[in-house]
């Protein structure tokens, strides 16, 4: 098993940025991918960013490329969204997910491990 726990999620002005962290506890997590999703008020979840064990791969959803960042730091389990120029379209609870495998992807059904999520709220 694997508990998930996000922070940093709060409201911010349009082009703003936020950092979120995930700590992760319970099953080794140096050896599982982590990703970002999110999920606005009638709207189906959504990839936001990824990143795998080999080689520290990462993905990111097209519409977000050059505005967040996804890392990770093994020692602290923890994988952080670096999030820049934010809009009210970013607007949306955002969850940390983890899969039992150290390969990325983009489908959220192949995540093992949720998280309960942080809300970010932009403002314009």
């Known amino acids: 098993q694997v508990q998930l726990v996000e922070s940093g999620g709060r409201l911010v002005q349009a082009g703003g940025s936020l950092r979120l962290s995930c700590v992760a506890s319970?099953?080794?997590?140096?050896?599982?991918?982590m990703g970002w999703f999110r999920q606005a008020p009638g709207k189906e979840r959504e990839f936001v960013a990824a990143?795998?064990?080999?080689?520290?791969?990462?993905s990111y959803a097209d519409s977000l490329k050059g505005r967040f960042t996804i890392s990770r730091d093994n020692a602290k389990r923890t994988v952080y969204l670096q999030m820049n120029s934010l809009n009210p379209e970013d607007a949306a609870v955002y969850y940390c997910?983890?899969?039992?495998?150290?390969?990325?992807?983009?489908?959220?059904?192949?995540?093992?491990?949720w998280g309960q999520g942080t809300q970010v709220t932009v403002s314009s």
């Open positions: 319970g099953r080794t997590f140096s050896s599982s991918a």
């Open positions: 997910a983890a899969r039992n495998s150290g390969w990325l992807t983009q489908k959220p059904g192949e995540y093992d491990y």
């Open positions: 990143i795998s064990i080999p080689g520290g791969i990462t």
